[in-house]
C-alpha cells in the first residue's frame, strides 16, 4: 500500500503506466526542455529566449489557458514548438477522477488544441505527474504516449532565482527531460542563466520528438 501511495506521484517509477522520462541515449549531449500549465502571459518571453538560442520545446498546454490565449498556441505552434495534452483544467482533484472523466479532459483539450493548430497531439502529460488505475485506462482509449521528466525544476515552489538556477544545473546530463513552467518571470530569467550553462558545457537543447524518436502528432 506505501508503494502504491508513492508511486501515484513519482511518474518516473512507471508503476501504473509506461511513461518516457528521459532518452535511452546518455551519453550524446543533448536534452529538451519541457514547459506545462500554459499558454499564459509569460509565454511570448520563454517563445523570445528560446527564438534567441535557436531551440525548440514543448508546451504541455491546459484547455482552460488555450482558451484564454489562443493566439499565443497558435505561436508557439507556428515557431516550431510541440504542443503536448495537459488536461483541461489542471484540477487538483485529477487524480480522483473517473477513467471517463479523465478521457473528457484528455479529448476536450485535443479538440481545441487540433482546431487551432489542425494537428491532433499524441503527447500527454498527467496534472503533477500523478498516475494511478483510472489514468492508466484513460491512456489506453486514447493512446496517447505519456511524457514524464527526468530533471524536476520545482519553479513553481522555489522563489529565489540562483536557487533555482542551481538545482536545475546540477541535475543536467545527456538524455534528459527538463520540466519547466511558462507561468512566471521568474522561470524566464532562469530559462536565460540556463542556455548561457548549456552552451558552455557544450549541451544541445533538441525537440522531444528527436530526443525520444517518437512522433509528437497523430497521422
Known sequence: MIITSISAFEIRFNYFLNAYNRS?????????????????????????????????????????QIEN?????????????IIGNHTFHH????????????????????????????????????????????????????????????????????????KLFLRIKKQIKPGCIVLMHDTSERTANVLEQLFVFLQEENYKVIPLNDLLKIEAYEN
Open 24 to 64: 535511452n541515449n546518455k551519453v550524446e549531449k543533448v536534452i529538451t526542455l519541457t514547459f506545462d500549465d500554459g499558454p499564459t502571459e509569460f509565454t511570448p518571453r520563454i517563445l523570445d529566449i528560446l527564438e534567441q538560442n535557436n531551440a525548440k520545446a514543448t508546451f504541455f498546454c491546459i484547455g482552460k
Open 69 to 81: 490565449f489562443p493566439k499565443i498556441l497558435i505561436k508557439a505552434h507556428q515557431s516550431g514548438h
Open 91 to 162: 484540477s487538483p482533484k485529477n487524480g480522483f477522477y473517473s477513467a471517463d472523466k479523465i478521457i473528457d479532459e484528455i479529448e476536450s483539450t485535443n479538440a481545441l488544441i487540433e482546431s487551432l493548430i489542425n494537428k491532433k497531439t499524441a503527447l500527454f502529460r498527467p496534472p503533477f505527474g500523478v498516475t494511478n488505475p483510472h489514468i492508466a485506462k484513460a491512456i489506453n482509449s486514447t493512446k496517447h504516449k505519456v511524457i514524464g521528466w527526468s530533471v524536476r525544476s520545482l519553479d513553481t515552489v522555489i522563489e529565489d532565482e540562483n
